[in-house]
């Protein structure tokens, strides 16, 4: 049997998205802009591969520590450490 360990095993519910959800983001989940130290939530957009975190921060919070290209570095709490994870503005939305 073929080893099947992508980087999206395991998501089929996790990354499924509602009925009149589907399809593209509008452009402005594009040009999101934010400052350093917002607070913003990481929810996977599923229909954009590009920039898109590893599923085990799914529905996390995290910090913004700055720009690199066009997607933004954030710091998160995981267990005792703190790690940097690289996420484009389609994935991310700010903390009301």
């Known amino acids: 049997m073929a080893h099947h360990n992508g980087p999206r095993k395991?998501?089929?519910y996790k990354f499924k998205k509602d009925?009149?959800?589907r399809g593209l983001p509008p452009c402005t989940c594009v040009i999101q802009r934010f400052e350093v130290?917002?607070?913003v939530?990481?929810?996977c957009n599923p229909s954009v591969q590009k920039g898109m975190p590893h599923r085990r921060f799914h529905g996390l919070t995290g910090t913004i520590?700055?720009?690199r290209g066009r997607a933004w570095m954030l710091t998160i709490r995981?267990?005792?450490a703190?790690?940097?994870v690289i996420a484009r503005p389609q994935h991310l939305k700010a903390q009301k």
């Open 10 to 12: 395991k998501t089929r």
């Open 19 to 21: 009925l009149r959800e």
């Open 37 to 39: 130290g917002d607070r």
């Open 41 to 43: 939530h990481i929810v």
């Open 65 to 67: 520590l700055g720009q």
């Open 78 to 80: 995981d267990g005792d």
């Open 82 to 84: 703190d790690k940097i």
